[in-house]
């Protein structure tokens, strides 16, 4: 690098819905976790399931086992990353502080600062690390529990979890040929099991209206539910990505292969392509809102950036 060139900023954010929309552009919906033998991706070293827009990234490598790891933790465990091994980035939040005078302090500072009644500008930052495959390590011996469930384990997985939903809505099978839910009567309409092709296919129908049912006032009070949000416009489209996020987190946390069950339409891809184009992190803000949604759905608390 000369004296006078300048370093390129990255723009995360445009990276990643590049990839999401070449994706789509394949004919591949990446929104859709498919489950396998060995479950969810997650980080090898520490168990830890990936969330929010890298559980939906680290599922979509090439890899036959998303198992993964950091280059310090293969190294701690005695191995080391095969040489010419490609990375993976894991995205996370880093959160800045200012001041009233617009300087840059610490979040113990800004703690203190806020406690005493001082406005606190906090500033998300994205940011990423690196992990490897587990096929990129050598000189450890890898162990690899198979996790596939039974047909039947899987259909009872999402019997338990629509019935133990904290504060559910009204379920009602009033209209046979729709499956909805209504915001202001709080109750999720779905059409008889026996209408649907196979099981699956409706319980993913399911998840997706429930997903819907989070956003109510008394759950997480979610403006694409709790406003009125005309067909197309950018909190409806935000929603419906909401709900197809949540419903791949439910099935993909059942066993049910989402991407075989629905049909990828150019229209529907089409559609997609659209929305990304207009807004780059659309895929961030809903992939986080649908974790939430799944996480109030299956009773899990976790810790938000």
Not at 91 to 98: E, N, R
Request: with cysteine.
């Amino acid at each position: 690098m000369t004296k006078n060139s300048k370093k390129i900023k990255r723009d995360l954010y445009q990276e990643v819905t590049n990839k999401m929309i070449e994706l789509l552009e394949n004919g591949v919906t990446p929104w859709r976790c498919t489950w396998n033998q060995y479950g969810l991706a997650r980080n090898y070293a520490t168990g830890h399931i990936y969330t929010g827009i890298n559980g939906f990234l680290m599922n979509l490598t090439p890899h036959p086992i998303p198992y993964f790891i950091s280059f310090k933790q293969a190294k701690t465990k005695g191995g080391k990353i095969r040489k010419g091994a490609k990375a993976n980035k894991v995205f996370f939040y880093k959160t800045l502080f200012k001041n009233e005078e617009e300087g840059f302090i610490s979040a113990k500072q800004a703690t203190a600062l806020q406690g005493m009644g001082e406005d606190i500008q906090t500033i998300p930052m994205l940011k990423y690390y690196s992990v490897f495959n587990i096929e990129d390590v050598e000189g450890i011996e890898i162990n690899i529990p198979e996790v596939e469930l039974k047909e039947h384990e899987r259909i009872s997985k999402c019997e338990e979890i629509i019935k133990n939903v904290s504060n559910a809505p009204k379920y009602v099978f009033e209209d046979a040929n729709r499956a909805y839910y209504h915001p202001f009567a709080d109750k999720l309409n779905m059409p008889a099991l026996g209408q649907f092709e196979t099981a699956e296919e409706y319980y993913s129908t399911f998840f997706h209206e429930l997903t819907h049912s989070t956003g109510h006032q008394s759950r997480l009070n979610r403006e694409g539910i709790t406003k009125l949000n005309p067909f197309g416009s950018p909190n409806y489209s935000k929603e419906e990505l909401i709900a197809e996020m949540g419903a791949s987190f439910l099935a993909a946390h059942t066993g049910i292969n989402y991407d075989e069950i629905t049909v990828n339409s150019a229209a529907y891809l089409q559609g997609w392509l659209k929305v990304l184009k207009a807004d780059k992190k659309l895929i961030f803000k809903a992939a986080a809102e649908a974790q939430k949604a799944a996480d109030y759905i299956l009773n899990i608390t976790r810790k938000f950036d």
